[in-house]
């Protein structure tokens, strides 16, 4: 079992930045590899980022590849999303997720595991 829990989130205007952290707590958090997802208002949930358990790998959506690092720590049991650049249209609740595979995974089926979400809104 992973609990996870997110900060960071908050009302930033546009071309700011952001630091999402997502600190995780259970067992073996190295052995998951890592996602972040963000869901608007009305829109469905999609993929943001993700990266491998040992961290040496990472993927990215085109609509934040640039301008969005993700990253982990696995001393400290936490996920970052660095956020540069930040647009309006990047306004959602941000959430990280755990993935029993150890390659970084885009699909939200192949999430085992989710935090309870960070709001981000960036104002024009």
């Known amino acids: 079992q992973v609990q996870l829990v997110e900060s960071g989130g908050g009302l930033v205007q546009a071309g700011d930045s952001l630091r999402l952290s997502c600190a995780a707590s259970?067992?073996?958090?190295?052995?998951?590899?890592m996602g972040w997802f963000r869901q608007a208002p009305g829109k469905e949930r999609e993929y943001v980022a993700a990266?491998?358990?040992?961290?040496?790998?990472?993927a990215y959506a085109d609509s934040v590849k640039g301008r969005f690092t993700i990253s982990r720590d696995n001393m400290r049991n936490t996920v970052y999303l660095q956020m540069n650049s930040l647009k309006p249209e990047d306004t959602a609740a941000y959430y990280c997720?755990?993935?029993?595979?150890?390659?970084?995974?885009?699909?939200?089926?192949?999430?085992?595991?989710w935090g309870q979400g960070t709001q981000v809104t960036v104002s024009s």
């Open positions: 990266i491998s358990a040992s961290g040496r790998s990472t």
């Open positions: 259970g067992r073996a958090f190295g052995s998951y590899s």
């Open positions: 997720a755990a993935s029993r595979a150890v390659v970084p995974q885009s699909e939200i089926r192949s999430y085992d595991y």
